[in-house]
Antibody, heavy 119, light 108 residues
């Protein structure tokens, strides 16, 4: 079965960077994009961008341009999202997700990774 | 950027009642790329509807989606206790992918 398993919770200081991983299984990793979505406490869902798991090409939301880097390692079917220059506003749960059987929508999600930014 | 506005913000209903949730887009959305999600506290979102009206795998038929252009609707025909949650619409007809602000369906 399709699974996306993310790395564990992180606590970072303002100004630092965080790198979250997302390990895929149960499908052909290179056949589908991986998207990253975040959710601040008590808030809605915010799309950060996506990576073509085959070519490595990326599309980032304008808000995160220059601060986010999405990469992948096809040898271990894992995608990564790195966010730099963290502030308290970046405290959120970060999800990876993909769309396999539902074009245009995200039908498989990771469990989420809580990133807390605090001095 | 396509902005999605969901209404109402909160819907207070009893089990067995019908729920109608609205999602309005700031510009026309290709129906193929309109989805609805359910999210419960502490859980990742779950896809309910994609392509505006197609149920995702394993989703009960009490959930249905409709609409086109700028106006879309999610209907839950008879609320079950497990349906009380927050619901989000989402579009990816135009980059960036965007979500609505959500509708909370709470027990009356």
């Amino acid at each position: 079965q399709v699974q996306l398993v993310q790395s564990g919770a992180e606590v970072k200081k303002p100004g630092a960077s965080v790198k979250v991983s997302c390990k895929a299984s149960g499908y052909t990793f290179t056949g589908y994009y991986i998207h990253w979505v975040r959710q601040a406490p008590g808030q809605g869902l915010e799309w950060m961008g996506r990576i073509n798991s085959n070519s490595g090409g990326t599309n980032y939301a304008q808000k995160f341009q220059g601060r986010v880097t999405m990469t992948r390692d096809t040898s271990i079917s894992t995608a990564y999202m790195e966010l730099s220059r963290l502030t308290s506003d970046d405290t959120a749960v970060y999800y990876c997700a993909t769309h396999i059987a539902a074009p245009g929508s995200l039908d498989y999600w990771g469990q989420g990774t809580l990133v807390t930014v605090s001095s | 950027e396509i902005v999605l506005t969901q209404s109402p913000g909160t819907l207070s209903l009893s089990p067995g009642e019908r729920a109608t949730l609205s999602c309005r887009a700031s510009q026309s959305v290709r129906s193929s790329y309109l989805g609805w999600y359910q999210q419960k506290p502490g859980q990742a979102p779950r896809l309910l509807i994609y392509g505006a009206s197609s149920r995702a795998t394993g989703i009960p038929d009490r959930f249905s989606g409709s609409g086109s252009g700028t106006d879309f609707t999610l209907t839950i025909s008879r609320l079950e206790p497990e349906d009380f949650a927050v619901y989000y619409c989402q579009q990816y007809g135009g980059s960036p992918l965007t979500f609505g602000g959500g509708t909370k369906v709470e027990i009356k």
